[in-house]
């Protein structure tokens, strides 16, 4: 396996971790990799649809993902269509664009 996120690997993810929060209440993941998993998954996620999935407080989702964009994993641009809209994608290394 290369460095870079499977979007087969991160959908399984995602399905491990939908049923482990259906049998026990928890989350089988931390944030910051939920969030990889969503990218890996979808490609780009807006702000919004971000924060809205990984469930967290508006607080906690940006603590989250300034740790994702301090270590390089996530990069942050203004929608290609609607320049108020931030959208957040998987940084070139991440997603093995190099």
Do not use: W
């Amino acid at each position: 396996m290369t460095g870079r996120i499977d979007r087969d690997i991160c959908e399984g993810a995602l399905k491990i971790d939908r049923y482990f929060n259906s049998l026990t209440g928890l989350d089988a993941f931390r944030p910051e990799a939920k969030l990889l998993f969503h990218l890996g998954s979808k490609g780009s996620l807006s702000v919004k649809e971000a924060m809205f999935v990984s469930g967290q407080s508006y607080r906690g989702f940006y603590i989250a993902l300034g740790r994702l964009i301090d270590g390089g994993f996530v990069e942050i641009e203004s929608d290609r269509k609607d320049k108020r809209v931030r959208r957040i994608s998987l940084s070139a290394a991440a997603s093995g664009v190099e």
